[in-house]
Structure formats: structure tokens, C-alpha cells
């Protein structure tokens, strides 16, 4: 993408200067008149992650007191007051007035660097997801800053994790990594949110992903929805992030429409699990019930891993409920797990896509994480991890999310085959998430991400 290498280009030529915190400057505003913004606001400083979510805290007002939140939800009750009638009320902001770099110094902060270690000594990709959805939120809250405001009266969440596509196979944890970001299109209460992410490699930056994000607004208690600033694109290039955003909006709404959980397949899905039931008929019998896998086959019922967390309060959000990041984190980790136990060799993620936050967890909550191969091809491992939770009292159990992750493996995997029809509508679901997947060329033996 032309921005994204405009940007990297200017790290390259040392026109940022790498500083330990969020810097939303650039020192040479004419090679990259987007992203000067200076002029937008004054400079906001954090050191890493964690810091992100402390200013996060501070900018909604609550208290890093467990015992406290009753409290601080309270005094958000008086931010009403603040919360816009209709978009049109509110001023319209531009990208460059969202725009935010983290700096993660791996390098520097050995304390640091062994939260994000792995025992292979790369680093840990369920980091990244945590520290990708803190970014995304104050990304939101700098697009929707109301400066005669001390505190934000919007309640901002994580709604849906779009994509994220991965174009490097290896993290080093000795090396900084860069975080950047803004907002790239706007509806009334929902925002899209475009990071990247960068690793140090001696004195420049090489891009490592991509990820869009959704989010959306709500009042100060979490309650109900609330407006955003609209967004005004600068220039054709901003033109085309918005209408690219715009375009994804459609997108889900097709795909929403067109899911297998409300439509029938295609005849050409049709026609693939057909042939998949075919060829495990054992040829001695003349009997539907008579099945045999193919030569280098796995059922899919063997695929599975399942995993229980309690959930305390340490992994709460700035509103009291667990962290998103949190979810993506262990789903992920129980993904990876899932994939590298099929295929026989250490995995690398190449992509995530469509995680849909269904549904809140609330604290004290039990949150079991069920998670199987799906799909495969090749060296490819398309995994589905499915989120729900009961409270201590109350048995039932609710689904919170469905996780999506493309594996690719250091060799080729078994094909993986369904039993029944529910696991068929999984293989094609599966399918459908793998096959609009960008594919990296090549997967060296030494490269690994862990969760």
C-alpha cells in the first residue's frame, strides 16, 4: 500500500526519531504532510503497552483500584452532558488527527522483553494481539477528543477484529518494535481503525503487519450507542482508505447475509463435501455408515483442544469487563497449540480474521475456549476457536466470540475430514476464511512465532 510505504520510507531516512513513548510528530512535515500532526495536538507519551492502557484509564476517568470502579462508574454518569445529539454536532476530524506511534523498546527493557519471550526466543504473537487493541481504542479516543472535556463521555469497545495479515515470519525479541495508527472511515457510532506494526532491523523499520479494527462508540456508562466525529479524507489517498472502508462495511454485510448459518451452501460447496463423503465410503461395503478416512486423513473430531480460564479481575478493561486482548491472547494461544499438535511441527500465523465480539465477559466468569482444525491445505492450518462463558451461578453457557487463525506449518499437514453435517458447514466456513487469504512466499525452518 503507497502510505504504507510512504511512511516507511521516512523511517528509513531517520526523519522519526525512535523515542520510548507514543510520539504523534514527525520532524520533516513536507515529506509526509498526512501524518505531521503537530499541529492536531500536542504530543502524548507512554513507554510500551501497558502504558497505553494506563492512559487509556486515564482518559475515561476510572480507577486502577479493582475496589474502586463502583465509584468511578458513578462519576461517569455526569459525562452526559457531553455526548453529542447527532453527528452533525460534532466537528469533523482528519487521519492525521488520530494519528499515534508506539514504541515497544524490546531492545532496551530486558524486564520488558521477557513478557513477550518465547522459549524459541521469538516473540509472543498473543502480545501483539493485546497491545493491537489497546492501540485501536486510543486511536478512537483521539479521534473523538472533546478538549473542554477532563474525561472522554464515550465508552469506546472493540466490536470486530476485521483482518490482520502478517508479512514477516520472525520477531525478534532483542529488537524494537514500532506500533502506528488512525482512523481510516467512520459511520455514526462505529470506527475503523488501521494499524501497523514494525521491528527494528539495525537503522531501519521493516513492516511486520497489518490489522484493521472495528470499533464502536457507546455513552458513558456503556449502556447505549453514541455519535462520532465525522471524518474528512485529505487528498486521494485518504480518499481511497475511506472507500476502502467503506467497502469493507459492505463486505461484512454480505457475508453476515451469505453465512452458513443462515444460508445453504453453493452448489459448488455442495458438490465438495458430497465428493468428501464419497471418498471415506469404505469400497467393501454398500453402506452409508461404513466410513474410512483416506491415506493421510484426519477426522475432524480428532482436531480438537479445549481449555477453562477463570476470569479475574487482573484482566479487566478500563470498564470493568475482561479485556479483549485478553480473549484474543488465549484464543490464539490455544489456536496455536491446536496447530502445531495437527501438524506435527511449530506453526507460524500468517493471518486473523473476522473475530466478531459477540458479547461481553463479565468478571468472575468461567470462559471455555473449544478449538479445532477446521481446513488445511498444503502446509496451511485454518483453525476456529469458539469463546463462551457461564457465571459461577448459573450453568448455561453463552458464546462471546469465534476466533479465526490461518497457520502455516514447516511441512504439509493431513487433510482434515468431517463426519457429520455441522462439521461440514465448519470445513466450508473454514474454506471460505482461508481461501481470501494473502499467502507469504516461503517459510524459513528457523522461523518461528510462538504464542
Known amino acids: 500500500m503507497r502510505r504504507a510505504a510512504l511512511r516507511l520510507s521516512t523511517l528509513r531516512k531517520g526523519l522519526l526519531t525512535p523515542v520510548r513513548g507514543l510520539t504523534q510528530g514527525l520532524q520533516n512535515p513536507e515529506k509526509d504532510r498526512v501524518f505531521h500532526i503537530h499541529e492536531a495536538c500536542s504530543p502524548i507519551h507512554v513507554n510500551h503497552g501497558v502504558c497505553v492502557r494506563n492512559k487509556l484509564r486515564e482518559i475515561v476517568g476510572v480507577s486502577t483500584n479493582w475496589r474502586d470502579h463502583v465509584k468511578a462508574m458513578e462519576e461517569r454518569k455526569l459525562l452526559h452532558s457531553f455526548l453529542a445529539n447527532s453527528q452533525e454536532a460534532l466537528p469533523p476530524r482528519r487521519?492525521?488527527?488520530?494519528?499515534?506511534?508506539?514504541?515497544?523498546?524490546?531492545?532496551?527493557?530486558?524486564?520488558?522483553?521477557?513478557?513477550?519471550?518465547?522459549?524459541?526466543?521469538?516473540?509472543?504473537?498473543?502480545?501483539?494481539?493485546?497491545?493491537?487493541?489497546?492501540?485501536?481504542?486510543?486511536?478512537?479516543?483521539?479521534?473523538?477528543?472533546?478538549?473542554?472535556?477532563?474525561?472522554?463521555?464515550?465508552?469506546?469497545?472493540?466490536?470486530?477484529?476485521?483482518?490482520?495479515?502478517?508479512?514477516?515470519?520472525?520477531?525478534?525479541?532483542?529488537?524494537?518494535?514500532?506500533?502506528?495508527?488512525?482512523?481510516?472511515?467512520?459511520?455514526?457510532?462505529?470506527?475503523?481503525?488501521?494499524?501497523?506494526?514494525?521491528?527494528?532491523?539495525?537503522?531501519?523499520?521493516?513492516?511486520?503487519?497489518?490489522?484493521?479494527?472495528?470499533m464502536v462508540a457507546r455513552d458513558s456508562e456503556n449502556k447505549g450507542p453514541a455519535f462520532v466525529n465525522p471524518l474528512i479524507p485529505e487528498g486521494p489517498e485518504e480518499e481511497e482508505l475511506f472507500r476502502q472502508g467503506e467497502l469493507n462495511k459492505g463486505r461484512r454485510v454480505t457475508l453476515s447475509s451469505t453465512s452458513l448459518l443462515k444460508m445453504a451452501p453453493s452448489a459448488q460447496e455442495r458438490m465438495t463435501i458430497h465428493e468428501m463423503f464419497l471418498s471415506t465410503l469404505d469400497p467393501k461395503t454398500i453402506s452409508f455408515q461404513s466410513r474410512v478416512l483416506p491415506p493421510n486423513a484426519v477426522w475432524m473430531e480428532d482436531s480438537k483442544l479445549k481449555s477453562l480460564e477463570v476470569c479475574h479481575p487482573q484482566e479487566r478493561n478500563i470498564f470493568n469487563r475482561i479485556f479483549g486482548g485478553f480473549l484474543m491472547r488465549k484464543a490464539y494461544e490455544l489456536g496455536w497449540a491446536t496447530a502445531c499438535n495437527f501438524g506435527g511441527s511449530q506453526p507460524f500465523v500468517v493471518a486473523v480474521d473476522d473475530i466478531m465480539f459477540q458479547k461481553p465477559v463479565e468478571i468472575g466468569s468461567l470462559l471455555f475456549l473449544s478449538s479445532q482444525v477446521c481446513f488445511t491445505q498444503d502446509k496451511y492450518i485454518q483453525v476456529r476457536v469458539h469463546s463462551e462463558v457461564a457465571s459461577l451461578n448459573n450453568k448455561e453457557h453463552t458464546t462471546t466470540n469465534v476466533f479465526h487463525f490461518t497457520f502455516m506449518s514447516e511441512k504439509n499437514v493431513p487433510l482434515v475430514f468431517p463426519r457429520t453435517y455441522g462439521e461440514s458447514m465448519l470445513y466450508l466456513d473454514g474454506q471460505r476464511h482461508f481461501n481470501p487469504m494473502s499467502v507469504p512466499v516461503n517459510l524459513k525452518k528457523e522461523y518461528h512465532v510462538e504464542p
Request: proline share 5%; glycine share 4%.
Open 95 to 214: 487521519m492525521k488527527d488520530s494519528y499515534i506511534e508506539v514504541l515497544l523498546p524490546l531492545g532496551s527493557e530486558p524486564a520488558l522483553r521477557e513478557k513477550y519471550l518465547t522459549v524459541q526466543n521469538t516473540v509472543r504473537f498473543g502480545r501483539i494481539l493485546e497491545d493491537l487493541d489497546s492501540l485501536g481504542v486510543l486511536i478512537c479516543y483521539m479521534h473523538t477528543r472533546i478538549p473542554s472535556a477532563k474525561m472522554s463521555p464515550l465508552s469506546i469497545v472493540t466490536a470486530l477484529v476485521d483482518k490482520i495479515d502478517l508479512c514477516k515470519n520472525f520477531l525478534s525479541p532483542e529488537q524494537d518494535i514500532k506500533f502506528s495508527g488512525h482512523i481510516s472511515w467512520v459511520g455514526k457510532t462505529s470506527m475503523e481503525a488501521k494499524m501497523q506494526m514494525f521491528q527494528s532491523n539495525g537503522n531501519e523499520f521493516s513492516p511486520v503487519l497489518d490489522a484493521t479494527f472495528v
